[in-house]
């Protein structure tokens, strides 16, 4: 007989009792009474999940067993990761010493040593706050006073605000997926922390108060706008006051002089999300610096776990680990694509770096379905903005139509870092053999534009953002893709996998994108472009041969 | 006109430059450091103020000594008249809030304070594109960021840039703002120097500089007994030369800290790939094949 019947309770109580299930034999007669009853969908799939995580521990791999020479340091991070038992883990560490003898792996398994044995020393040490004054008594004026430090110590943070960027008085698509990506967080985070927390949208602008339900629709419970028709255009300084100052109402700060309000209880926002755009960007950086806290930028993965950090610049405590709840994990890829880093803002004894801020790459998540029905509470922000923050004026604006369009072409001819030896050349190269075809654009890989290569004036046109293919750049879909020295990173694979064939030209035999190509052509692509070049412009490979040859 | 622009060092990311370990991970130890490639864009920026202008120009990186080179590479682009560096093991692993407020600090630290300030859009290593604008959050100017053209008024005292928005719409807007002001190039920064005696201009400055950093070098080569510090034109500042409290730079001052970094996973293969010998005729006349469809016509 299990001990709680499922029909019998709302599905709201059911999550916390769920959750404390640790027969998986017992959630099988409960999701037999729920099908039996009541068989509501989100209550079979909470009983189904917890079924699924208990079977997934009990399949854990037993340490003693593994080989530890066959685990890359991240699985062995991710495995040490649920050891408790010290003795285990040091037996693990004399058998890494004994193998590969690998630093890094070596540091995974000493740090959750020390997390475990540096807990029991807990208490112990009570962190005492030192003045700057006196801690560095050298330096006569304290960075803490200079006017750009106006952070907060203990303060209290909830909600997830998004900022909804608009453009000609409507949202851009981003911020459509940023709601819908915040939805999700927050339903997520309210049910695991046993919270009631908002996703909260934030507009500035001229005429912004139109798009409320549209911002509720896509998932918005509290919607904050500020209008003034001096903010037609985005300009960094009045824009960033302004969200500043709602971020800043009510709460302790209220106290201080801030304005206090009957819509906001906390002091600060928990998490900010903006749109990695030119201007979301700005925006990003120019709020989380006002507030004192940090962000990441460019981010296409976002989640909320607790978090154990050892890093004494945020536990205060060389050698000791200490777990931080409720971190926003920002993942990004990093260093021109060749990593993904995983990014987390963290409070520092005395100084709380709160809100945890993010921007996202437009595209890297799905615009929601709108629900027209859903509601939203909408509070007009009201505040003077004087003119010195508006000393930046747009006197002019133009829709640039010179962007480069890649799509919709027969053929897309793409070049990578294979170039590299010489750049110019390998760029003419790549034209040459666009305009051998009919109707082709000509495209690059990130590596390209983020390179330090110089190109002579007249293909230095060619090289810019608007030209890349990929996950930052543009997805094309043409009937045959050339890709030229380009090896394949994941993300260069998103914006062009759709093409019908797909060519690739790389001296090295094992690239990646030797895997998600049709025709793979080992070879130097300063040899074989001028090659294919000839055979195109004259319809057939043998003439081109004979041609060559003549020469 | 007084100009400051900022720069940073950054791996080398060219083919064959980056070095991985065996997991994957760049070793930053192995890769050598060079010019942030976007940094050459405000360094552009500033060099047609100066030519066009007149006025001096200071570089200013914060990092380990060995900047210095960075330093000296940029010397010679920018045609600057000095060079600072903010070093110290304190400002060490600092996010993008800490090294603006340790810039912005060293600018203040300047005898005179500048007219503009130029810095390049993103690193190539930690690509955030926050540390301009908030360097210029803390000096409190009028900010124009990802501008593509600039032109000066110094009678008027004002600045005049066209600059590049994203949305769904890309636009490109001119703005106006009172000087001093905060530059944020983007890459697609042109310098235009529409009169010959700009041009003229140019070339001396260019031949000035060329050996102003060759002497610079002498003093960063360690077969020669000259010690940089020496140099009249570059200054190095640490934390206490700055007032700069520890706990608010480096990595003790960071908001963020890097919780993990993975390998950027492999794209799973879903084609099979027919391998092609270029010597082999046979071979890539099933390439061309595919190609001669698609042909330009006569």
Same mark, same amino acid.
């Not at chain 1, 500035?204 to 005429?207: E, K, Q, R």
């Not at chain 2, 920018?78 to 090294?99: I, N």
């Not at chain 2, 600090?105 to 300030?117: A, K, Q």
């Given at each position: 007989m299990v001990e709680i019947d499922p029909t019998e309770h709302e599905i709201a109580d059911l999550g916390p009792k769920i959750k404390d299930i640790e027969d998986a034999d017992e959630l099988r007669e409960m999701l037999a009474l729920e099908e039996d009853g009541e068989d509501r969908v989100p209550v079979k799939t909470l009983i189904e999940d917890r079924i699924e995580k208990l079977e997934a521990d009990d399949e854990e791999v037993d340490p003693d067993e593994i080989e530890l020479a066959e685990l890359t340091v991240a699985d062995l991070a991710n495995l040490v990761r649920d050891i408790e038992d010290v003795d285990v883990l040091e037996d693990l560490l004399d058998r890494e010493k004994a193998g590969k003898d690998r630093k890094t792996a070596k540091d995974r398994i000493e740090s959750q040593i020390e997390a475990i044995t540096g807990g029991d020393d807990e208490g112990g040490e009570e962190l005492e706050y030192v003045p700057p004054e006196e801690k560095h008594p050298d330096l006569d004026h304290p960075t803490a006073d200079k006017q750009w430090v106006e952070g907060l110590d203990g303060g209290e943070y909830r909600d997830m605000w998004v900022y909804c960027e608009t453009q000609h008085g409507e949202l851009i698509d981003v911020s459509r997926e940023m709601l819908g990506k915040a939805r999700e967080l927050m339903d997520e985070y309210n049910e695991e922390y046993d919270e009631s927390e908002k996703v909260v949208a934030v507009l500035?602008?001229?005429?912004v108060a139109d798009l409320t339900d549209e911002v509720a629709a896509y998932g918005a419970d509290q919607i904050l706008y500020h209008e003034d028709p001096r903010l037609e255009r985005f300009t960094h300084k009045a824009y960033t006051e302004a969200f500043v100052d709602m971020a800043r109402a009510g709460g302790q700060l209220a106290a201080e002089g801030m304005e206090d309000v009957d819509w906001k209880e906390y002091d600060e926002p928990r998490y900010t999300v903006f749109p990695a755009t030119n201007n979301g960007r700005d925006l990003s950086a120019l709020v989380q610096g006002e507030l004192d806290s940090g962000l990441a930028s460019d981010c296409s993965g976002l989640y909320i776990e607790n978090a154990m950090i050892s890093n004494p610049a945020k536990t205060g405590v060389p050698g000791d680990s200490k777990e931080f709840e409720r971190i926003l994990h920002m993942k990004r890829p990093d260093f021109s694509g060749f990593e993904y880093s995983t990014i987390l803002c963290i409070d520092k004894p005395f100084r709380d770096f709160h809100p945890q801020g993010a921007s996202v790459i437009p595209g890297s998540f799905e615009i929601p379905e709108a629900?027209?029905?859903?509601?939203?509470?909408?509070?007009?922000?009201?505040?003077?903005?004087?003119?010195?923050?508006?000393?930046?004026?747009?006197?002019?604006?133009?829709?640039?139509?010179?962007?480069?369009?890649?799509?919709?072409?027969?053929?897309?001819?793409?070049?990578?870092?294979?170039?590299?030896?010489?750049?110019?050349?390998?760029?003419?190269?790549?034209?040459?053999?666009?305009?051998?075809?009919?109707?082709?654009?000509?495209?690059?890989?990130?590596?390209?534009?983020?390179?330090?290569?110089?190109?002579?004036?007249?293909?230095?046109?060619?090289?810019g953002e608007d030209r890349q293919i990929g996950e930052s750049g543009q997805v094309v879909e043409p009937d045959v893709y050339i890709a030229a020295g380009i090896s394949g990173a994941i993300q260069h694979k998103v914006g062009m996998d759709e093409a019908d064939t797909i060519i690739a030209i790389n001296t090295d035999p094992d690239a990646d994108i030797r895997g998600f190509s049709d025709y793979y052509i080992q070879g130097d692509l300063f040899e074989v472009l001028p090659r294919l070049i000839r055979a195109v412009e004259d319809g057939d490979l043998a003439t081109a041969v004979a041609e060559a040859s003549d020469d | 006109m007084r100009s400051v622009v900022l720069t940073k060092g950054v791996p080398d990311f060219r083919e064959g430059q980056v070095s991985f370990d065996e997991d994957g991970h760049l070793e930053r130890g192995k890769t050598p450091t060079v010019m942030n490639p976007n940094d050459k864009y405000a360094l552009r920026a500033a060099l047609q103020t100066k030519v066009r202008?007149?006025?001096?120009?200071?570089?200013?990186?914060?990092?380990?000594?060995?900047?210095?080179?960075?330093?000296?590479?940029?010397?010679?682009?920018?045609?600057?008249?000095?060079?600072?560096?903010?070093?110290?093991?304190?400002?060490?692993?600092?996010?993008?809030?800490?090294?603006?407020?340790?810039?912005?600090?060293?600018?203040?630290?300047?005898?005179?304070?500048?007219?503009?300030?130029?810095?390049?859009?993103?690193? /190539?290593?930690? =690509?955030?594109?926050? @540390?301009?604008?908030?360097? #210029?959050?803390?000096? !409190? &100017?009028?900010?124009?960021?990802?501008?593509?053209?600039?032109?000066?008024?110094?009678?008027?005292?004002?600045?005049?840039?066209?600059?590049?928005?994203?949305?769904?719409?890309?636009?490109?807007?001119?703005?106006?703002?009172?000087?001093?002001?905060?530059?944020?190039?983007?890459?697609?920064?042109?310098?235009?120097?529409?009169?010959?005696?700009?041009?003229?201009?140019?070339?001396?400055?260019?031949?000035?500089?060329?050996?102003?950093?060759?002497?610079?070098?002498?003093?960063?080569?360690?077969?020669?007994?000259?010690?940089?510090?020496?140099?009249?034109?570059?200054?190095?500042?640490?934390?206490?030369?700055?007032?700069?409290?520890?706990?608010?730079?480096?990595?003790?001052?960071?908001?963020?800290?890097?919780?993990?970094?993975?390998?950027?996973?492999? /794209?799973?293969? =879903?084609?099979?790939? @027919?391998?092609?010998?270029? #010597?082999?005729?046979? !071979? &890539?006349?099933?390439?061309?094949?595919?190609?001669?469809?698609?042909?330009?016509?006569?």
């Open positions: 500035i602008g001229d005429d629900d027209e029905e859903r509601e939203a509470e909408v509070i007009e922000h009201e505040m003077d903005l004087p003119e010195e923050w508006l000393a930046v004026e747009v006197t002019d604006y133009d829709a640039l139509d010179s962007g480069v369009d890649l799509t919709g072409h027969d053929v897309v001819v793409a070049m990578g870092r294979g170039i590299g030896t010489s750049p110019t050349e390998g760029i003419e190269l790549g034209l040459d053999l666009v305009e051998a075809f009919d109707d082709a654009a000509f495209g690059l890989s990130r590596g390209v534009i983020t390179s330090s290569y110089s190109f002579e004036g007249h293909v230095e046109q060619y090289i | 202008n007149e006025g001096q120009v200071s570089l200013m990186s914060m990092g380990p000594p060995g900047y210095m080179e960075v330093l000296q590479e940029g010397m010679a682009d920018v045609y600057a008249d000095d060079l600072y560096l903010l070093s110290d093991r304190e400002m060490g692993a600092a996010d993008t809030w800490a090294t603006a407020m340790t810039a912005a600090t060293g600018i203040h630290n300047l005898e005179e304070s500048p007219d503009l300030v130029f810095a390049g859009f993103k690193t /190539a290593d930690g =690509e955030t594109g926050h @540390t301009g604008p908030q360097t #210029d959050w803390c000096l !409190d &100017m009028p900010l124009i960021t990802h501008v593509i053209s600039l032109d000066v008024d110094e009678d008027e005292e004002t600045v005049r840039a066209k600059r590049l928005v994203e949305g769904d719409v890309e636009e490109i807007e001119t703005v106006e703002a009172p000087m001093p002001a905060f530059i944020v190039t983007d890459a697609e920064f042109e310098p235009t120097y529409h009169r010959a005696e700009h041009r003229l201009k140019h070339k001396d400055l260019r031949d000035a500089t060329e050996d102003r950093a060759d002497e610079f070098g002498e003093y960063l080569d360690d077969d020669t007994d000259k010690d940089p510090m020496d140099w009249d034109r570059f200054t190095m500042w640490n934390h206490e030369d700055l007032n700069l409290d520890p706990d608010y730079i480096g990595l003790d001052g960071s908001p963020t800290i890097v919780a993990g970094v993975d390998p950027i996973p492999k /794209a799973p293969s =879903e084609r099979e790939a @027919t391998d092609i010998d270029p #010597d082999d005729d046979s !071979d &890539m006349e099933q390439v061309v094949e595919e190609l001669t469809p698609y042909a330009a016509g006569d």
